[in-house]
């Protein structure tokens, strides 16, 4: 049965595997209070401050995922001499991630994303955030940081939300050709248009309207979601790409088979944030665990489905995703 399968990889697999994630760090920072008037001066609401959170986003929210979910973490990427950046090297070794791979820019802003919000709505977001390309020094310094420790880890995942670490298309060949060398499952989330840099990868996993921008076809129905998903991947070059539409669930594309499709059960959504890595997240350390892909994606379906109904950025544990799998087993 499928969610015994799921479960014995979850309960048995997903801890020994070890996991280099490589891409843009972030902060998560909200600013919280009450609201309970308009003010005078504008016609806005007046947020009464009642504390600040911060939480890791971007790519180390995929590690923070991964972690949750029983694997052991490696991060990488780019930070500044900023607050921002020392908090989350800070906060990323406090939580058990190694942070060894993290490159500190002298002159570059940690990327901050700052949320005013209530206990139930989210008012206004503040992004600090420095989009230059990453200087040639930090990709030789991370190149040979993957080189020397590639051996150590079971996947590579990259997490681009196109603030600067992977500009360079050829630093992103060399990455995968490192992997690939070395029989390192080397698994994408990238908002970039420039797929062609994606070339054996395992697997790309685009949402539906990174799908759309990637390859200008603008998804409408299932016969232009097919157009879009095979254009992408012949042009990357990818083995497989994993799209994630919504509440219309996750679409498989492989070379030499028909679109599969996995419909998302409904749930109660709170907030979408994070969902994206939740899935990588767990496709990932699903196939690093011996799952097939199809698998993967099933138990994907049913993490993200978790981490929806929580607010903010979010991580699904790992008894959380036993105790889910556990409920389907039973609904048969």
Not at 22 to 35: A, C, S, T
Not at 109 to 133: C, I, S, Y
Not at 306 to 325: F, H, N, Q
Request: with cysteine; net charge negative; glycine share 8%.
């Amino acid at each position: 049965m499928i969610q015994d399968r799921l479960a014995e990889a979850v309960r048995t697999e997903f801890e020994k595997k070890r996991i280099l994630v490589l891409g843009d760090l972030m902060v998560d920072e909200y600013i919280l209070g009450k609201v309970g008037r308009i003010s005078p001066e504008a016609p806005v609401p007046v947020l009464n401050y009642k504390g600040t959170e911060r939480s890791a986003g971007g790519a180390s929210n995929v590690a923070l995922n991964m972690h949750a979910m029983g694997g052991r973490l490696f991060m990488a990427g780019v930070v500044g001499t900023d607050d921002g950046g020392i908090w989350l090297r800070e906060f990323l070794s406090a939580s058990d991630i190694d942070t060894e791979g993290i490159v500190v820019e002298e002159n570059r802003m940690t990327t901050l994303k700052t949320r005013f919000a209530t206990k139930v709505q989210q008012l206004l977001r503040v992004d600090r955030e420095d989009n230059r390309p990453i200087q040639a020094l930090t990709q030789t310094k991370i190149l040979g940081y993957i080189a020397q420790h590639i051996l150590e880890w079971d996947a590579v995942v990259l997490s681009d939300y196109c603030k600067g670490v992977f500009d360079n298309p050829d630093f992103v060949r060399r990455i995968i050709r490192i992997c690939n060398e070395n029989r390192v499952i080397v698994t994408i989330d990238s908002k970039s248009r420039n797929i062609d840099a994606f070339e054996n990868a395992d697997f790309v996993k685009p949402n539906n309207l990174e799908l759309e921008n990637a390859v200008n076809i603008k998804i409408c129905d299932l016969e232009s979601l097919d157009r879009a998903g095979k254009t992408y991947l012949e042009r990357s070059g990818a083995k497989s790409i994993i799209v994630t539409r919504g509440a219309e669930g996750i679409s498989i594309f492989e070379r030499g088979r028909e679109r599969a499709d996995y419909a998302s059960k409904a749930v109660q959504v709170f907030d979408v944030t994070g969902a994206g890595d939740t899935v990588i997240s767990t496709i990932t350390l699903g196939i690093a665990s011996g799952l097939s892909l199809d698998d993967a994606v099933v138990l994907a379906n049913i993490a993200a489905g978790v981490v929806i109904g929580k607010r903010g950025t979010a991580a699904v544990s790992k008894d959380e995703l036993l105790e889910r799998l556990r409920e389907r087993k039973h609904d048969k």
